[in-house]
């Protein structure tokens, strides 16, 4: 089960929080408000009971003829129900109703001289009976006085409630999400800085908060990162002087090498062994030299100022033509995707990627310049074995050479130009990556974003 992220989780709590205030006050003014408003319709109608029972009990004691006409005159609304019990006989005035629906309990009280009231539902329609004692005859005074304007005053005031409840916890988890989004945005700031300097952007840095909780976590990190970006560069920076200090003399050494080869037939036995060993020795720490270089000279220029469109195709096409040892057609779809780069870094890109294929995996039997979802694609098959699953992200280190770690020898390569590789493709923003190809082998993929139009 996927877990929510710390931002939902705050938003729920604060939610549920406010939803559990907003229901408890909720709960509050309903018991507070419907007790008010029932206590005060109980006295009223209580009050109202009252006075009428005595105009009855005057009337019944002079022996009036009016009563009934009295009893219609007590009734306050079409609702509302008059009823006097007498022996052997009732009298009902105003809405007619049934007297035996009238709990026996409720109208025995009045009889005995005691005052009663009783919620009820007559005929579909809420009522508050109240019952009280006749002085003047052995009978009771009934009055139905209705409730449904109190009901449906209880009706709208639930909803409002409920609504003010549940608007309530909305609001909470709107809250929730806004409070957990600004708290966790020097979060958010801290880790797209952190995977921007992962990503090789050394200049990435915090912004200065104002905040005082925030500050010191700005101002470490910041001072993390220059010293990251100063150990960097120095370290960038002596492998660029030591290659450069050893190329005059490398250079010695492979002049002679060239004159020593030439004159191999004149070396035999073991001798000659050892002068093909030390010749292509020689040629591989010559290659080495001129990578470091690159590589260092990569790490010391952050940013390029001399980027261009280029056409893709056409700048593998003049790759290949410059390799006279190189016999590949290259497919593409015209017009070919366009990148925004640095040519020199990506002429290197695509001869390194060659290079590995001729060296390692038999020669380049396929190169394929492709557009595909927003980005273009260059896609290199060889004649090799394929790459192990389980090199396949380490061939891209500096000085890994995957399967041919520890051996020696003019094809054996220094490790460094699928890594020249990576690099150069990374400062573009692109990725590469190895896969099987179909029908044997691997393919090398290089995607680089495309250029505006």
Known sequence: MRRLSLRWR???VLGIGSLLLTSALAVMVWNLTSGYMQRQREQSATRQAEVNVRLVDEALRTGSDGLEDLLTGLTTGPDSTVLLYRPGQVLTSGRQIDPRVL???????????????????????????????????????????????????????GILLITGAVAGGLLGVALGSWAGRRALRPLTELTRAASRVAGGDLKARLPQQADPDLAHLATTFNSTADALEQRVLRDARFAGDVSHELRSPLTTMV????????????????????????TSEVDRFAH????????????????DTDLETIDLASLVDNVLDARTCTEVPVRSKPPGPRVLGDRRRLDRVVDNLLDNAERHAGG?????????????????????????????????????????AGS??????????????????HHH???????????????FVVELPEADQ
């Open 10 to 12: 705050v938003a729920l």
């Open 103 to 157: 709990p026996d309990e409720l109208v025995d009280l009045g009889r005995r001289d005691t005052p009663a009231s009783q919620r009820l539902v007559v005929d579909g329609i809420p009522v508050l009976a109240v019952s009280l004692p006749i002085d003047s005859t052995d009978g009771a005074y009934v009055e139905l006085a209705p409730l449904v304007e109190l009901d449906r005053t209880f009706r709208f005031l």
């Open 255 to 278: 002049n002679a090498a060239e004159v020593l080869r030439r004159r191999r037939a004149e070396v035999p036995g073991t001798a000659g062994r050892a002068l093909d060993l030390l």
């Open 288 to 303: 080495m030299v001129v990578d470091l270089l690159e590589i260092s000279r990569a790490d010391q220029r952050a940013e």
């Open 364 to 404: 380049p039997v396929r190169v394929a310049v492709l557009e595909r979802d927003g980005r273009a694609r260059l896609e290199v098959d060889d004649a090799g074995p394929g790459v192990p699953p389980e090199v396949r992200d380490r061939i891209f280190d500096r000085f890994d050479r995957g399967t041919r």
């Open 408 to 425: 020696r020898g003019a094809d054996t390569g220094s490790g460094l130009g699928l890594a020249l590789v990576a690099q150069h493709v």
């Open 429 to 443: 923003g692109g990725a590469v990556w190895v896969e099987d190809r179909p029908g044997g082998g691997a393919r």
